[in-house]
């Protein structure tokens, strides 16, 4: 890894010691574990995998990096006597990494959720509501193989084999929070909508390099919703949208895309959409559906004065989805469900 001067040192000073947030993808809609515990084994299957992989701000660097990878399924259907027909309850983890500054400040996380949604309505449309709790344990650190410090030179260069001064900042320890949501669908032969809000990091952990006892990881609070119609039999039209608050960063993001069925061939569905990211990026997605496949891409087309610098920052997501099923499902197809 490129060494990074002194002056990069101090930016990593000036970032750790804010107020951290939450990683964020632009295809929020393919990682929902990320958004609402409650939308654990809303899905179209029996069970479902997502790997996601967003690299932001490309330029000669790689300054964040963000990756997860998750499974969620539904559990002890029709095998669980406290399960009543109809009623769905869900069990998944996700594990993510995230890097900043090319890899100086690393984080993990680890989380584990459970969710049960109940059927309120019978007949051709169904409502159900359904709760979602999870708990979430991550930790942070530096890498100070990739800095070098004013200590450490020599007149000649950087030895990095002398001291930095600065082992107080080596270690932050790991934390534990919760987090819960709530999420209202109604489904008919031919439609989907869901309705949610949830909140993370709900008693506030500490979380500091520098052991002040007021630094503390903030509540994230989300709000999301989705709609999903056949507008003819191989045209299927998803909206969605979401609106994030975490101490006083906030953002929403609201767009869709239309999906079209090859003809002869309802095992391949192809999609493309378009999202507007609040004051940052328009972000294309275009993706293909092949069974219980889903690969997504999207692009992030900056907006914010980011992008008149002279070298533009580029950043790509990709996202993957597989699905299991015993048998068909009868529901509204849609792409990241």
Known sequence: MKRLKNFMYVFVLITIQSKAQDPSFSQFFSSPLN????????????????????????????PYATGTISYDAKMFQKKFPGIEEGNIFGLGGMLMYDKAMGGVVKSTYASMNVSYRVKLSSGETKHRLGAGFGGIYGHRRIDYGGVDFEEQFTGYGFNTNLPTGESSLSTMKPYFSVSTGLLYSITSANSNFDLGVSAFHINKPKQTFLKDENQHLPMRKVAHANFETFLSQSVVLSLNGIYQSQETASYFSVGGALGYYLPGNEDFLLNAGLWYWSDNAIVPYIGLSYKDYQFGVSYDATISKLSQASEKPKTWELSIIVRGRNKPSYVIPCPWK
Do not use: E, Y
Request: avoid cysteine; aromatic fraction near 10%.
């Open 35 to 62: 958004i609402n515990p409650s939308l654990t084994a809303n899905i179209n299957a029996d069970w479902r995998a997502i790997a996601n992989f967003r690299d932001q701000w490309i330029t000669p660097a790689s």
